[in-house]
């Protein structure tokens, strides 16, 4: 059920979920990164098969940590303390879209 799962988002073919982090996402980085550490689990948990995020260039400070290595992300205030990265693959930098 879509409304069980910590952050709202769509689903794509393929048992695929796409969440927008947008700039009027009233949301900080920090409670995002943990909502979607948390979506993520709820997503393998009802197999899911990719995971998209769209991060709003005013976000992209986030993008180190999604991409980072779950043991890369070391000291950064906004990983909690053992969790690393999210290892997820920057797919493209779209400088047209709000997303």
Do not use: M
């Amino acid at each position: 059920n879509i409304d069980e799962c910590s952050l709202p988002y769509e689903t794509l073919p393929y048992r695929g979920a796409q969440v927008k982090f947008t700039q009027e996402s009233d949301i900080s980085n920090t409670d995002f990164l943990n909502r979607l550490r948390s979506a993520l689990d709820y997503w393998k948990r009802n197999d899911y098969t990719s995971a998209w995020i769209h991060v709003h260039a005013s976000k992209s400070s986030l993008v180190e940590i999604l991409t980072a290595n779950p043991t890369a992300a070391e000291g950064n205030d906004l990983i909690n303390e053992g969790d690393g990265g999210l290892g997820f693959d920057l797919h493209h930098v779209n400088t047209t879209e709000n997303t």
